[in-house]
């Protein structure tokens, strides 16, 4: 008898919070469902989750960050699943922001898929394709780069890679919608990782297309020196743990590789000479991103230009891709 109340008990809180976490969700969806349409979203229940990470085992978490990432196998298939790490925080409601945002963008090859979710927890918890994750968490980390990744690993690199080397995006927490035929948005909590923020933004709040691209900027910035950006208050506009002033005056001087990580280029059997033009340019451009050198480009340029980096064999100095 106490065994069957203790059940129906379970059973009625999984279901408060079924409702609960689907209402928010829903909100979330008719907030954004104006800029696309998100796709549908499959329903795992509370026991098929807590079955395919072994109750979330500490030996299934492969990344924590603002989730618990765990690696588990679910209807004989490999799949990430994302828990909410914080559990009572006041930003706890980003969780549907990034659930709604992952369905309406998972079926593009370069975000993480998702494949469904489970909202009978306190908080909802994804399931996603499965990719591993390759770079260590950014936050503190005084080398967040594996240092045996080399340069053409790195070229693709974002946090997930699949088994075929594709980059996959997974998190949109703090995503921002600007609305059509507007410029930019005020926010008015400024969040994220310092050292990745753009100085307009931490200065004045302002979300503008060309937020993500000083971001994006500094993660190549990341993935060439193997370091963090830090954030320097007070001081300089930029976050760059080196001087960008410096970094054009060695590009310029073709003395860049004084600030690269020095692990890419010592594997044998390579181009190296291919893979300096490359690198030359992928520094470059990460520097035109966080508007240090030139005009600062579209994100659509930037991805242009990584592809035409990745497939060219040689790479004019100064090349780059027009406003489309």
């Known amino acids: 008898m106490v065994w ?3 059940k129906k008990q379970e059973v009625n809180e999984r279901q408060r919070m079924f409702m ?3 209402s928010l969700l829903l909100e979330e969806l008719i907030a954004i469902s104006d800029d696309a349409k998100p796709n549908p979203i ?3 229940s509370a026991d098929q989750i807590l079955e395919a990470t072994n109750n979330f085992s500490r030996s299934n978490l492969v990344r924590i960050d603002r989730f618990r990432h765990y690696k588990g196998m679910l209807n004989d298939r490999v799949v990430l699943i994302k828990k909410w790490a914080y559990v009572g925080s006041i930003f706890s409601e980003k969780i ?3 659930l709604a945002v992952s369905s309406m963008v998972s079926g ?3 975000f993480l898929k998702l494949l469904g979710c489970c909202l009978e927890f306190s908080y909802p918890v994804l399931v ?17 780069i594996d240092p045996s990744l080399t340069w053409s690993m790195r070229i693709p690199c974002q946090i ?3 088994e075929n080397g594709t980059a996959k995006l997974g998190e949109f ?8 035929g507007e410029t930019y948005v005020q926010d008015d909590v400024v969040e994220g990782t310092y050292g990745f923020l753009d100085p307009n933004y931490v200065s004045k709040g302002l979300v503008t297309e060309k937020t993500d691209v000083y971001s994006f900027g500094a993660f190549m910035f990341v993935l060439l020196t193997g370091r963090i950006p830090q954030p320097i208050f007070g001081t300089r506009e930029d976050h760059l743990v080196e001087d960008p002033e410096r970094l054009s005056r060695l590009v310029k001087d073709g003395r860049f590789d004084k600030v690269v990580d020095k692990n890419m280029l010592v594997v044998e059997g390579r181009d190296i000479e291919q893979e300096r033009l490359q690198i030359k340019a992928f520094l470059e451009l990460s520097l035109r991103c966080i508007g240090r050198q030139g005009d600062v480009p579209s994100m659509t340029d930037v991805a242009k230009e990584l592809k035409r980096i990745e497939r060219s064999k040689s790479v004019p100095c100064g090349s780059f891709v027009s406003h489309v």
Do not use: M, Q
């Open 4 to 6: 069957w109340r203790k």
């Open 128 to 144: 996603c394709e499965y990719a591993e994750v390759i770079t260590r968490s950014l936050r503190g980390a005084r080398c967040p």
């Open 20 to 22: 609960k976490n689907g």
């Open 42 to 44: 499959k329903h795992f």
């Open 96 to 98: 549907y922001r990034d």
């Open 173 to 180: 927490c703090n995503s921002v919608f600007i609305p059509e």
């Open 108 to 110: 593009h090859k370069n």
């Open 160 to 162: 997930f890679l699949n």
